[in-house]
């Protein structure tokens, strides 16, 4: 696994930009981007980006939207699953991770 670029530089600013980029897209795909929880917190992690703190402000960012997406993934029928998961797999695609 490479490790991230330095903290407090340029490349660490865009490494953290990418990996919020990677989260909002699963976010979109969920709809649910424009909740005010996940707005609030979208924003402080990009105020974060390049910095200290940016790494906790983000885990519990994708902790949340995957919890969303475990509960979908749960209460969706059988034909709606796998469309799901076709889009899933291709946002992973996408991922710079």
């Known amino acids: 696994m490479i ?4 903290i407090n530089t340029i490349e660490r600013f865009d490494y953290d930009i990418k ?5 909002s897209e ?5 709809g649910v981007a424009k909740h005010p929880i996940l707005k609030g917190t979208f924003d402080r992690c990009y105020e974060k980006a390049g ?4 790494s ?13 997406r475990r509960y979908r993934m749960a209460t969706l029928g059988e034909d709606e699953q796998s469309e799901f998961w076709v889009r899933e797999k291709n946002l992973l695609k996408l991922s710079p991770f």
């Open 26 to 30: 699963i976010a979109n795909s969920l």
């Open 19 to 23: 990996e919020l980029q990677s989260l």
């Open 51 to 54: 910095f200290r703190g940016f």
């Open 56 to 68: 906790q402000e983000c885990s519990s960012l994708s902790l949340l939207i995957m919890a969303i």
């Open 3 to 6: 490790p991230p670029p330095t």
